[in-house]
């Protein structure tokens, strides 16, 4: 082994993060810079493109100036990224307008115009999406063409966040399989352009970067940004991988049949196959793995721990004040609150869909549900049923899977919720499944240098360099007497939603 250091960058959605890492897996600095994005109205989210750049710049400065002439060591960076934000630029490598921020739904119409025109089934089979979604930018472009004219005219490259970033450090025009999965524009199972969509949005493959796989070797840092940052001129730039793809690597999810899931503000589970899977009944968005010859199945929901913020929010002002007193997390304090109601709640179930539910419901109308309130009930027992509902939504994922033929065994928590020792044990005796838990928590930005680390040859591959670089802090195991209480409420849980589906 050697001395080298890898960098990587998490481009989020709220915040932009840096850290480096020995090859140990070690964090040896970190940095992160929150930014708020611009939304004048309602489904327009956008934010100033230089920002994330500047931003980035500031990162990479704090993290070389913390390490001294230890900086010298940083022989690769890696990248980690957020989906579907779309940059324009013109042939200079100016961005043209905002970005326009993936959670933005201003193109609804052009979503429809391409579902419209094109067999969804058929392309569920090239893009791994069963639907076309107005994040998607294929509709984004398409939006810009039908009112920002002069801005469509000019454009030389419409890239994607993580491409623009590649751009600032490169120079050079590269984008990457799994962020561009949700393009709808790109083929995951052949790797390459759909040129009947293209031709229908308005432009060729010229004005788009090439796409490489994932953790692919792009190139080596520009020189006068190198000496900027007092790094070595010979520091190559990996492009990583989408960051929910990223935050699997960094969990240790990276053999077929392994599952990690992500309970941040959203629920998200990525569970890793070897070979691509279009399920017409199911409908599971499918993107190419970073590990080679990999693919993951991506069942998501918008509302994972957004719920418990919500009614923390809303209803636990003495409990905030507490913490405020105490100097500790609010969400410690409703935790301890939470393990006073005995599991099942007595009776006392909900349905956390309080923006809608996504996979495998696909029913955006659906809402939140507290059902079986009693006199009986008090705060902790509302706390612990948002935390078994979360329980709930994760089983049916895994019931589905399981109906694929995919088992199950074990499951890696990644994201605020694992912080959670009681979410992590309702999460194992629900689901009937292991929990671990990393030691490591920032996994996406830990999965970027596992992937900028075996790209380079510092590791034989992503596998070497992930057994080397994880270890697990905590596991879980499913406690056998609470299996009856919850296959209880589970089943009513399932009937609960079946027969408010249509009310709501």
Same mark, same amino acid.
């Given at each position: 082994?050697?001395? $080298? ?36 109205? /309602? ?8 920002? #994330? ?37 013109? @042939? ?39 639907? &076309? ?23 030389? @490259? ?20 799994? +962020? ?8 995951? @199972? ?13 432009? $060729? ?16 840092? /520009? ?13 190559? +730039? +990996?492009?990583? %991988? ?69 009614? /923390? ?16 997390? &609010? ?117 970027? %240098? ?20 994880? /270890? ?11 299996? $009856?209480? #919850? $296959? ?17």
């Amino acid at each position: 082994m050697n001395d $080298d250091l890898i960098l990587a960058i998490d481009l989020g959605t709220s915040n932009l993060k840096g850290a480096v890492f020995d090859i140990y897996g070690r964090e040896v600095a970190f940095e992160s810079i929150e930014y708020n994005l611009i939304t004048p109205k /309602k489904d327009i989210v956008e934010n100033d493109t230089n920002l #994330y750049w500047e931003n980035i710049l500031i990162i990479l400065k704090r993290l070389s100036e913390k390490l001294g002439k230890e900086s010298k060591k940083i022989s690769v960076i890696g990248t980690s990224s957020q989906g579907e934000t779309i940059v324009p630029i013109d @042939k200079h490598g100016n961005p043209l307008r905002n970005a326009i921020v993936w959670i933005d739904t201003r193109s609804k119409k052009e979503a429809e115009l391409i579902k419209k025109n094109f067999n969804i089934r058929e392309m569920y089979q090239k893009t791994g999406y069963p639907d &076309v979604d107005p994040s998607w930018p294929a509709t984004r472009i398409l939006w810009i063409k039908n009112n920002e004219k002069d801005i469509f005219d000019n454009t030389y @490259k419409f890239l994607l966040l993580e491409d623009f970033i590649i751009f600032k450090l490169t120079g050079k025009f590269f984008g990457e399989a799994s +962020v561009y999965s949700s393009s709808y524009y790109y083929d995951i @199972k052949n790797f390459k352009f759909i040129e009947d969509v293209l031709n229908f949005i308005g432009i $060729d493959k010229t004005k788009l970067p090439e796409i490489l796989k994932p953790a692919s070797f792009v190139g080596y840092i /520009k020189k006068d940004l190198a000496n900027y940052l007092g790094l070595r001129t010979d520091v190559k +730039v +990996v492009i990583g %991988a989408m960051d929910q793809i990223c935050g699997a690597v960094g969990a240790g999810n990276v053999y077929d049949g392994l599952a990690s899931e992500t309970t941040g503000s959203a629920f998200a589970m990525v569970v890793t196959i070897n070979e691509p899977i279009f399920n017409e009944k199911y409908l599971l968005p499918c993107t190419p793995h970073a590990v080679q010859n990999l693919y993951a199945l991506m069942p998501y929901s918008s509302t994972g721990g957004m719920v418990l913020k919500w009614y /923390k929010d809303k209803f636990c002002l003495e409990e905030t004040i507490k913490a405020s007193k105490l100097n500790t997390s &609010v969400y410690k304090i409703l935790d301890e609150l939470a393990s006073k109601a005995a599991p099942g709640c007595e009776g006392l179930i909900m349905l956390p869909f309080i923006t809608g539910a996504f996979f495998p419901e696909y029913n955006p109308d659906a809402r939140g549900v507290f059902f079986g309130i009693g006199i009986n009930h008090d705060k902790s027992h509302f706390l612990r049923a948002i935390l078994e509902s979360l329980g709930y939504m994760m089983r049916k994922d895994l019931e589905v899977i399981n109906k694929l033929g995919i088992k199950i065994n074990e499951v890696i928590s990644i994201g605020g919720g694992a912080t959670s020792f009681l979410w992590s044990q309702i999460k194992a005796d629900i689901c009937k499944k292991i929990i671990k838990i990393p030691q490591y928590t920032e996994c996406a930005l830990l999965g970027s %240098a596992i992937l900028a680390a075996s790209s380079v040859g510092l590791f034989e591959n992503v596998i070497e360099a992930s057994s080397n670089f994880i /270890k697990m802090k905590n596991i879980y195991y499913p406690d056998e007497k609470k299996f $009856d209480i #919850y $296959d209880s409420n589970f089943r009513k849980y399932v009937k609960i939603y079946e027969n408010l589906k249509s009310i709501f």
